[in-house]
């Protein structure tokens, strides 16, 4: 059972940066394709981006599109969203998930695959 610890939230500028990281411990980390889901006050929770298994596949929301990046490194059991040009619409908290695949380069973009989750970040994005 794979357990995820998000960091690297906080409150930034319009037009800044924010790096959030997301570790995982338990299970197999290389079995699971990765996700970044967020949710703002009074929204459903929406899909940002995931990333395959092998990490050779990703897909990103279109409002996220060109400003956020996802990437992992199976050998340290982490993965990353670096999120450029925020806005303010960007506020959120956001979580990390896993989704187990037996494949490695499917992935999903609905939550209700995911399997584990973890605590959710707080992002603020002041304009």
């Known amino acids: 059972q794979a357990q995820l610890v998000e960091s690297g939230g906080g409150l930034v500028q319009a037009g800044g940066s924010l790096r959030l990281s997301c570790a995982a411990s338990g299970g197999t980390f290389s079995s699971y394709a990765m996700g970044w889901f967020r949710q703002a006050p009074g929204k459903e929770r929406e899909f940002v981006a995931v990333i395959s298994r092998s990490g050779g596949r990703t897909a990103y929301a279109d409002s996220v599109k060109g400003r956020f990046s996802i990437s992992r490194d199976n050998a340290k059991n982490s993965v990353c969203l670096q999120m450029n040009s925020l806005k303010a619409e960007d506020t959120a908290v956001y979580y990390c998930?896993?989704?187990?695949?037996?494949?490695?380069?499917?992935?999903?973009?609905?939550?209700?695959?995911?399997?584990?989750w973890g605590q959710g970040n707080q992002v603020t994005v002041s304009s």
């Open positions: 998930a896993a989704d187990l695949r037996t494949s490695s380069i499917s992935y999903s973009v609905r939550s209700q695959e995911y399997d584990f």
